[in-house]
């Protein structure tokens, strides 16, 4: 009885750790959201019907169905996490998931959430020889929550990271509102590369967006957050 249920939870790992793989192998290439496609539902209501059929059946297929519901649940998650964005979400908006895609000049506000930096290159890298001639421009994160339009303002989620020499006045809590370039981010393109999209999918990223910091005007600093429009 014992090694029966060592077998069935070492079955049941495995099913579900093959589920994630097969939801993230799923997902398109060139890492782009498309808003048709949301397969996490019908998944998850494979492993909702398998766990009903479960109850009707004999022991034997019992078992192949219930793994066959995690299986199913393990790719919902997967694709759920890392294909599909929430209906305001950013990237469904604006095309610029898709790093074939030209940058969108596009005017955003929300809120900095960490402070501008320049990213320290890596001793000894081809980086560091590189910022001696053109000097890392410094970049913040901006949890944008408005999508300004010539006919309205469109509410949205989601994050980009934006750069911006000049900025150094920005803080962490301040309402702005930004005018740029937005660029998606690229997916791996070498074997054993950092997947950036993969992350910037579970972060809620949308892109990075390009500027100047006289394009930045501060709506609200930290500190006045109950000024905000």
Request: glycine residues 10%.
């Amino acid at each position: 009885m014992r090694q029966d249920a060592r077998r069935d939870a070492w079955l049941t790992a495995g099913a579900l750790a093959l589920g994630v793989l097969l939801g993230r192998w799923s997902l398109d290439p060139l890492g782009s959201v498309t808003p048709g496609l949301a397969w996490s539902p019908v998944l998850f209501a494979l492993a909702g019907l398998c766990a009903g059929l479960v109850l009707l059946v004999p022991p034997t297929p019992a078992r192949a169905l219930a793994l066959i519901g995690v299986l199913a649940s393990g790719a919902g998650l997967a694709h759920a996490r890392l294909g599909e964005a929430p209906r305001d979400h950013l990237s469904r908006l604006v095309a610029a998931s898709d790093p074939a895609e030209p940058a969108t000049l596009v005017r955003l506000r929300g809120t900095v959430l960490d402070a501008p930096r320049a990213r320290r290159a890596t001793p000894g890298t081809l980086d560091e020889r590189l910022t001696r001639f053109r000097p890392a421009t410094p970049a913040f994160t901006l949890d944008a929550d408005t999508l300004v339009r010539a006919d309205a303002a469109v509410r949205i989620s989601g994050s980009v990271r934006v750069y911006a020499s000049g900025a150094d006045d920005l803080r962490a809590g301040d309402r702005v509102e930004v005018l740029g370039l937005l660029s998606g981010i690229r997916p791996a393109m070498n074997p054993g590369a950092p997947d950036a999209l993969a992350w910037a999918r579970q972060a809620g990223r949308a892109g990075t967006l390009r500027t100047r910091a006289q394009t930045i005007e501060i709506l609200a600093e930290e500190g006045d957050r109950l000024l905000h429009p």
